[in-house]
């Protein structure tokens, strides 16, 4: 039986029971709402996990890193140094999104390595595997998707993105439509190039049944992804994102009907004014899954700074509701991003996760902001960096200071407002 399974019946689960642990929460809650959909555990049943997170309502919200190697650049040692950092800054999960090199083994080399959940985009590799064989993108065989899905699962991929939304009728929304950035979901891009030069459908929304059978086996979240998320302000909300939506929620029913777990990826880049109303409608067509967004972004502005205009968008969101927030670096938009913008990039959205916890009430989060204070008030730097949400960076901060101001930040100085006396 799955995990899902386990939940409806009240089998006990030792997942269930270390996730409730982690949360400080009673393990009745984390059971009752596993086994209604609105809380996912990932956890392929061939993989051995040091630190087991569960993503939905009522939880703390959690944080994804995207590593992985590119055609340009195939650097395993350079991805699981990313990965390092990213487990390091207080990633709860890493996406393996590699394009370039021998993908099987990059992917084996990063579950061994990982110790926190591990997910994927089994397109990619269905779109390398037709390159190399000297065929359009356009030209991706279901056959070889399934292939390839069945592969991933097999080797311990905790959870699949899976744009099961894109089908015929969502692509002639989205081609009816004057979109200013187009599709900017990789994947999605995929599918759509297939579809519109194939007349096809897509093999994932086609042969769903398929893919959940796959999940069942290896007890594989499905992370329903946004093919149609918008990639930029101009795009938000629009009807092709809100279709695509709509199917997604459907499949989510289906999911649970069939023991598998699920959750529904979201924008992309959304003005803050429109930020509550998908994150209301995401959850009311998606009957209550876990939402996981990347930001959102809230401006097109940022380059260079998008970890800053994502985590604006990822504290509004997540305050709404979003349980799981990817997260974005410095590099976004520019470049391959290096260890020091994974890094930041975890940060950032920790902090804007940290932020909507306390909205949310999540347990533990407004006590550990007081407790921060509290040593704040006291001037005790040692027991302000133990709950600081970046040690590293502000122990080097204060190593900066002269001897003789150790007592203060400097700011103010002898004028510490802080002060007693």
């Not at 407790?371 to 960076?393: G, H, L, T, Y």
Request: charged letters at 25%; a neutral charge.
């Amino acid at each position: 039986m799955t995990l899902i399974e386990d939940a409806q019946n009240k089998k006990a689960n030792g997942l269930i029971k270390r996730a409730s642990e982690a949360e400080n929460l009673d393990e009745e809650f984390i059971r009752a709402g596993t086994a209604g959909g609105s809380i996912v555990i990932p956890k392929n049943v061939n993989r051995k996990l040091r630190k087991i997170v569960a993503v939905g309502k009522g939880l703390k919200t959690k944080v994804n890193a995207n590593i992985g190697t590119s055609p340009d650049h195939i650097d395993i040692v350079g991805e699981l140094a990313k990965l390092d950092a990213a487990v390091k800054a207080g990633a709860d999960a890493v996406m393996d999104l590699s394009t370039g090199g021998d993908l099987k083994q990059i992917r084996k080399e990063i579950l061994e390595a990982s110790p926190v959940q591990v997910g994927t985009v089994p397109v990619y590799e269905a779109a390398c595997k037709t390159i190399a064989k000297g065929k359009k993108i356009s030209e991706i065989d279901g056959e070889l998707l399934f292939d390839v899905i069945e592969e991933q699962s097999q080797q311990g991929v905790d959870f699949i993105t899976v744009h099961c939304g894109i089908n015929k009728d969502t692509v002639e929304i989205l081609n009816r439509q004057k979109r200013l950035a187009g599709v900017v979901s990789r994947g999605g891009s995929f599918l759509v190039k297939c579809i519109n030069a194939t007349g096809k459908e897509n093999p994932l929304f086609e042969n769903y049944d398929r893919l959940l059978k796959i999940a069942k086996k290896y007890d594989v979240t499905l992370s329903l992804g946004d093919g149609f998320r918008p990639g930029c302000a101009f795009d938000a909300s629009d009807g092709s994102q809100l279709a695509e939506l709509s199917v997604l929620g459907e499949l989510v029913l289906r999911a649970r009907k069939a023991g598998v777990q699920s959750m529904i990826e979201g924008p992309g880049h959304v003005p803050l004014n429109q930020i509550e109303a998908n994150v209301t409608i995401a959850k009311r067509l998606g009957h209550g899954a876990p939402l996981y967004f990347l930001g959102p972004l809230v401006t097109d502005i940022g380059a260079g700074y998008d970890h800053i205009t994502s985590a604006i968008g990822s504290a509004l969101a997540a305050a709404y509701g979003v349980d799981f927030i990817c997260y974005v670096t410095p590099a976004e938009h520019l470049r391959l991003p290096d260890v020091g913008d994974v890094r930041e990039g975890v940060i950032a959205a920790r902090l804007a996760g940290h932020a909507a916890d306390i909205v949310k009430g999540v347990k533990g989060a407004s006590e550990r902001d007081a407790e921060m204070s509290k040593w704040r008030k006291a001037r005790n730097w040692e027991k302000q960096k133990e709950f600081c949400i970046d040690p590293v960076k502000f122990a080097r901060e204060r190593e900066k200071l002269p001897p003789q101001q150790e007592d203060v930040c400097t700011m103010c100085g002898e004028f510490c407002a802080m002060r007693d006396e």
